[in-house]
């Protein structure tokens, strides 16, 4: 039987002595070698095979112990893939399989084995390997090699302390590619991505498509955050170049996510998680790439929870609508409320919409409130006098919705209002979405007879031209321009002069938000508006409050406050910057002192957090968080800001310290006069750079990145 088995080709038999030497090999074998059989036997038997070292990188599932090691320890060889040495033509594998043997007294005489040609079954467990590990439409690896290749790495670098980068670059609009152009353009489009990042990255990176729209670069030793930047910068403006696939043009947006080991993760899974986590930041904010920081991790957690709770405070009935007046402007007569949201949370005390409408938006929840909203008010405004309009707001996303039309249909049948006193608000983040289907639902809810107004108008994407088109009754002026306007910042006055005017070219009112001051109403009132909103008459209130009110009979609301803005502390309503780390939040600024100020919109900053307030224009303050009330924020300010002369308070100088120290004078803190330190520092051209350069303050390592 063995004679035939031997004879058959099928496999074959061998056998070593004690110091390895092949001492027999089955006569069918030697068809495959290039030697004759007298020099085969008596030599070593590693000899058969190419060196270890030599065996060539095998993939994964081939690793394997070597061959030498094995012998050389007199262990059971269990069937080891090694390659045939100098084999004329192609590689030729063989599989072989032996026991060492011992002699009565235990000592070891040798190896009895068996072996086989293995060339064939090797070629198709490898070409199953590639196929596990590779992307078949760009040949790039995939998610599950990239894994692989992370996780080596990064063992390997632990102990060298040697740090390893990943980018994750996700494709937006990629899905729209796909359906509108077919999945053929879309797969020649991601081969065209590929080659784009293989051109950038080179031979020193590891690249993966890492998901139906996501690919991945493993930068091992890079953990130079300017070098990052830059790279991810190239990969975005070389990725959002136009494509052409199947005959037409495609573009396509991206955001980048960047994490780096060991200080982000240590293995695989955390590094990835880490580029994941800033990578959907960036989708979601204007930067479009992001470093993973511990904050964006803190902040996506505490924005989790909210999120979460958001969902039983529907349930629970926890949301609650006030109104704000909207009174004519001459007689103070009440015309419209504003509905706005309160969330009085059991636990964590009054949670501003400012907070939790954004959260609402990201995660699609606000079509669920805007009907509870909706739904609410008009039912509520039913228990209202005469014709009294109620205003609600209206989220871009929800307006986008698909059932939209219907819900508000929905809503005034089921409660029977009158469509007229409904108005809705829009901000004008509606107009950078589809024009034609904006347009159509425009039209849709004028036929339902409800009114529209553009609210917050100024502060977003608005083009003049855009209001041609769009049937709007109302326009509101935004706080930020009413606010002030009759102090600090005479552009405001001249902007709410010509909104006026030309809405009323247009046959639409107006409203100014936020009057405050006696003082900004007569400036608001002098240019002309017809409906005014703000403290001055009323912030929101319950409907309760409301009710009681009606019941005297009294529609109006008198002007009540301050003659003009206190200067030592300014009620304000408007977005600034908050740098903390890497990162610039958008933060409402809700009062303003010389020595402080109170931020809303970020959860559970630590008290003693350093952080910069970045007022606009270049103005940064340095301040330290002294109280912090869930989404509230008291912050101290390291110098006090002075008086512009006109209450309008800011900082003592738009020169940022850490620029001064960019010019190469390291500061310990802010020197009288920045600006002439600066200069005499003979960089003077840097001053130029400083309000690009304010946003990229790095307060942990007081540095500048971008200068
Ligand atoms: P908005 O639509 O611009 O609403 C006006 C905001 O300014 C309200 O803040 C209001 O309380 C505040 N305000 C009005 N007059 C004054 C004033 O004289 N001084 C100051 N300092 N503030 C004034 P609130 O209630 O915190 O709402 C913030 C934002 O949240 C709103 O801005 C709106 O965008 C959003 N929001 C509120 N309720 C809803 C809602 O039901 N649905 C949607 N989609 N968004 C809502
Ligand atoms: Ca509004
Ligand atoms: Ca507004």
Redesign the pocket.
């Known amino acids: 039987m063995l004679e035939s088995f031997e004879s058959s080709g099928l496999g074959w038999f061998w056998a070593t002595d004690a110091s390895g030497k092949l001492t027999y090999l089955s006569d069918s074998a030697f068809e495959q070698l290039s030697w004759d059989k007298d020099s085969v036997l008596g030599a070593p038997i590693v000899d058969l095979f190419l060196p270890d070292e030599a065996q060539g990188a095998q993939g994964k599932l081939a690793v394997q112990r070597p061959l030498t090691f094995v012998i050389g320890s007199h262990n059971a060889i269990t069937n080891l893939t090694v390659r045939l040495a100098d084999t004329p033509g192609e590689a030729v594998w063989w599989e072989i399989a032996g026991q060492p043997k011992f002699d009565g007294r235990g000592k070891f005489v040798g190896y009895r084995g068996s072996a086989r040609d293995a060339t064939e079954s090797r070629a198709q467990s490898q070409e199953a390997l590639r196929l596990a590990q590779f992307d078949p439409v760009t040949g790039l690896c995939n998610r599950v090699r990239m894994h692989d290749r992370l996780t080596e790495a990064l063992a390997g670098f632990r102990n060298a302390k040697r740090s390893c980068s990943v980018i994750l670059l996700g494709l937006d609009r990629f899905r729209q590619v796909n359906e509108t152009l077919g999945r053929a353009a879309g797969d020649e489009l991601l081969r065209q991505v590929a080659a784009r990042l293989k051109s950038i990255a080179g031979y020193a990176a590891e690249i993966a498509r890492q998901g139906d729209n996501e690919f991945m670069l493993m930068l091992p030793d890079i953990d130079d955050r300017g070098e990052l930047g830059e790279t991810a910068e190239r990969i975005l403006q070389l990725v959002t170049q136009p494509y052409s696939a199947h005959g037409t043009r495609a573009i396509i947006g991206a955001s980048i996510g960047i994490a780096t080991a060991p200080y982000d993760g240590v293995d695989a899974g955390e590094l990835i998680k880490a580029a994941d986590l800033a990578q959907s930041v960036a989708r979601s904010s204007i930067a479009h790439y992001r470093f993973y920081s511990s904050e964006l991790r803190d902040d996506a957690r505490r924005r989790q929870v909210i999120e979460e709770e958001l969902h039983d405070a529907i349930a629970r009935k926890q949301l609650v609508?006030h109104y704000?007046p909207i009174v004519d402007a001459t007689t103070h007569r009440v015309k419209c409320f504003?509905?706005?949201?309160r969330w009085p949370h059991p636990d964590r005390g009054d949670i501003?919409?400012?907070l939790f409408?954004p959260i609402a938006e990201e995660t699609g929840l606000?079509v669920e409130?805007?009907n509870w909203?909706l739904e609410q008010v008009c039912m509520q405004a039913l228990e209202w006098p005469g014709d009294i309009r109620v205003a609600?707001?209206?989220?871009a996303i929800?307006f986008m919705d698909e059932g939209f039309v219907d819900l508000v249909d929905h809503a005034l049948r089921k409660s029977g209002i009158q469509p007229s006193r409904i108005e809705l608000?829009i901000t004008e983040s509606v107009f950078m979405a589809d024009q034609v289907k904006t347009q159509e639902i425009f039209g849709k809810l004028k036929s339902l007879g409800v009114r529209l107004a553009l609210?917050?108008f100024g502060t977003g994407y608005s083009s003049l031209s855009y209001l041609r088109h769009a049937p709007f009754d109302k326009i509101k002026i935004?706080?930020s321009f009413v606010r002030g306007s009759s102090t600090r910042d005479k552009h405001n006055a001249a902007i709410i002069s010509s909104v006026v005017s030309l809405a009323s070219a247009l046959g639409m009112e107006t409203v100014a938000?936020?009057?405050?001051t006696k003082e900004e109403l007569e400036l608001v009132t002098g240019h002309g508006a017809s409906h005014l909103?703000?403290?001055?008459f009323s912030?929101?209130v319950s409907q309760e409050d409301l009710l009681a009110k009606f019941e005297s009979g009294d529609l109006t609301f008198e002007p009540k406050g301050p003659s003009r803005s206190r200067a030592d502390r300014r009620?304000?309503?408007r977005r600034v910057g908050l740098v903390h780390g890497d990162h610039r939040y958008s933060v409402v600024l809700?009062n303003l002192s010389k020595s402080g100020a109170l931020v809303d919109g970020l959860l559970e900053v630590p008290v003693g957090t350093d952080v910069v307030l970045d007022l606009g224009g270049g103005q940064l303050a340095v301040a330290t968080v002294r109280r912090s009330n869930d989404s509230r924020q008291g912050l101290e300010f390291e110098t006090e800001l002075i008086s512009d002369g006109a209450d309008g308070l800011c900082t003592r100088h738009r020169v940022s310290p850490y620029l001064i120290e960019a010019a190469g004078r390291p500061l310990a803190s802010l020197p009288d006069d920045p600006y002439a330190a600066l200069q005499s520092s003979g960089v003077p051209d840097l001053v130029q750079f400083a309000p690009k350069a304010f946003t990229e303050v790095d307060i942990k390592h007081r540095r500048v990145n971008a200068a």
């Open positions: 609508m704000q504003e509905a706005l949201m501003s919409p400012g409408i606000i409130l805007g909203a609600v707001n209206v989220s929800q608000e609210d917050d935004d706080q938000e936020g009057v405050e909103q703000g403290r001055l912030l929101a009620t304000e309503y809700r």
